[in-house]
């Protein structure tokens, strides 16, 4: 099984590879590869949002652990209605622990942010808690805080345009950059296509071949006219000169 994993690994790495390559080394790949950050860019900035608080109500809470999440669940039972307030412990800057014998003085949550929650088998809303007060049994105040909220007490605005902004310019850079190399490099190709000499077609008109005529000789023999047209006779052995 281990030796499987380490081949899935190793192509599914060897896959991005090539993937990554394709995105460097074609027209196209660095063209989509920079419009995929300038649109992730513009997707993360339209995240931002309104920020808001509100108090949740006074009156007797029914409280429900879930360990597995690490959450409380806080049900007002004299609100008659099915929201639930989620003390998530990892959001609180201490550890959150309800005492059965303490009254809570104040509870804030996040009015913006709404999920719905299944507790016990019963379904309803629920707002995440930023800020919970109790006081104990020897009247002494103990507050609970996020980060979030100690940073931004009272409503604000979440922009994600603040990183947004620079992957939306890189984006755009990018893509300038892809598309402005492949105008430079289409001139240069039509430029050097014009600048090639035409090549010359070279004559391919036969030669006529050239003839001997005949001429006297000293012996009386004389040269054979020779031409394409000019059979070729068989070997008939030497052939005796005349004496002087």
């Known amino acids: ?13 060897y896959s991005l590879a090539r993937l990554l390559m394709l995105f460097i080394n074609t027209y196209s790949g660095r063209i989509t590869g ?12 339209l995240q931002s949002h309104a920020v808001s608080y509100d108090h949740a109500p006074a009156g007797t809470y029914h409280i ?16 008659h209605n099915t929201i639930y307030y989620i003390a998530q412990t990892g959001d609180f800057k201490q550890f959150v622990q309800f005492d059965s014998s303490a ?7 996040r009015s913006d942010a709404l999920e719905n929650v ?3 088998g019963h379904t309803g809303e629920g707002y995440k808690l930023t800020y919970i007060a109790q006081v104990n049994a020897s009247g002494q105040k103990i507050v ?27 984006g755009g850079a990018l893509l300038a950059f892809s598309i402005w190399i492949l ?10 296509r014009a600048a090639q000499p035409v090549e010359r077609v070279p004559d391919l008109t036969p030669t006529p ?25 068989p070997y008939q052995g030497p052939r005796n000169l005349p004496e002087q």
């Open 1 to 13: 099984m281990s030796m499987r994993r380490m081949a899935f690994g190793a192509q599914g790495g």
């Open 34 to 45: 920079s419009s995929l950050v300038l649109i992730a860019g513009i997707i993360y900035g």
């Open 64 to 79: 429900v652990l879930d360990a597995e999440e690490g959450r409380y669940y806080l049900h007002c039972e004299d609100c």
């Open 103 to 109: 009254r809570l003085e104040d509870m804030i949550y």
């Open 118 to 120: 299944n507790v016990d």
């Open 144 to 170: 609970y805080e996020t980060q979030e909220h100690q940073d931004h007490p009272d409503n604000y605005f979440d922009s994600h345009w603040i990183l947004g902004l620079p992957i939306v310019a890189l």
């Open 183 to 192: 105008i430079s490099d289409k001139r240069k190709f039509s430029v050097k």
């Open 209 to 233: 071949l050239v003839t001997m005529s005949s001429a006297p000789h000293a012996y009386g023999n004389s040269y054979q006219e020779f031409s394409a047209s000019t059979d070729m006779r």
